[in-house]
């Protein structure tokens, strides 16, 4: 399955990936907004591209709406540490994992996240 690609500036985020382990790197709407065809709520295996056009593997996570009607755009990069602030990344999810969902407990949450770094290691053969 083949999603559409998007780009963004890496804005700040809460700051709260980074307090359980996972840092993201949130970026701008403005390219996300304009595909015609939106890949749906949820977490993806994928790759994140960097202008230099080395692509790192990612958990990509297109997260619930917020109130101005768009989703939240994140990747926590595989393997990958450093400030990424105002930097432009392409986003390309590969393959849906699963959908967004609330959990319990920070302690769940981090298991699902475990998890699905898990299988996207697999699925994208890292
Ligand atoms: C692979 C991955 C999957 C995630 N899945 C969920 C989820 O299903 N539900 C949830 O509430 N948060 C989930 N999160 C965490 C939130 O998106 C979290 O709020 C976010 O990583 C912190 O964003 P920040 O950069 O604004 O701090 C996930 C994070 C990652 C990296």
């Not at 709260?16 to 709407?29: H, L, M, Q, S, V």
């Not at 989703?71 to 967004?100: C, D, M, S």
């Given at each position: 399955m083949d999603y559409s690609s998007f780009s963004g500036k890496v804005v700040k985020g809460r700051g709260y990936g980074r307090k359980i382990g996972f840092p993201t790197a949130n970026i701008d709407r403005r390219s996300f907004v304009r595909l015609v065809k939106k890949p749906k709520e949820g977490i993806y295996a994928g790759h994140v591209a960097f202008t230099s056009g080395i692509e790192h593997p990612?958990?990509?996570?297109?997260?619930?709406?917020?109130?101005?009607?768009?989703?939240?755009?994140?990747?926590?990069?595989?393997?990958?540490?450093?400030?990424?602030y105002g930097k432009q990344l392409v986003f390309?999810?590969?393959?849906?994992?699963?959908?967004?969902?609330?959990?319990?407990?920070?302690?769940?949450?981090?298991?699902?996240?475990?998890?699905?770094?898990?299988?996207?290691?697999s699925i994208l053969n890292k």
């Amino acid at each position: 399955m083949d999603y559409s690609s998007f780009s963004g500036k890496v804005v700040k985020g809460r700051g709260y990936g980074r307090k359980i382990g996972f840092p993201t790197a949130n970026i701008d709407r403005r390219s996300f907004v304009r595909l015609v065809k939106k890949p749906k709520e949820g977490i993806y295996a994928g790759h994140v591209a960097f202008t230099s056009g080395i692509e790192h593997p990612a958990a990509i996570v297109i997260g619930p709406k917020d109130v101005k009607g768009l989703p939240h755009l994140e990747a926590h990069i595989l393997g990958f540490t450093g400030n990424l602030y105002g930097k432009q990344l392409v986003f390309l999810p590969k393959k849906f994992i699963r959908a967004f969902k609330k959990y319990p407990t920070e302690k769940a949450l981090i298991t699902a996240i475990e998890i699905d770094i898990k299988k996207i290691k697999s699925i994208l053969n890292k």
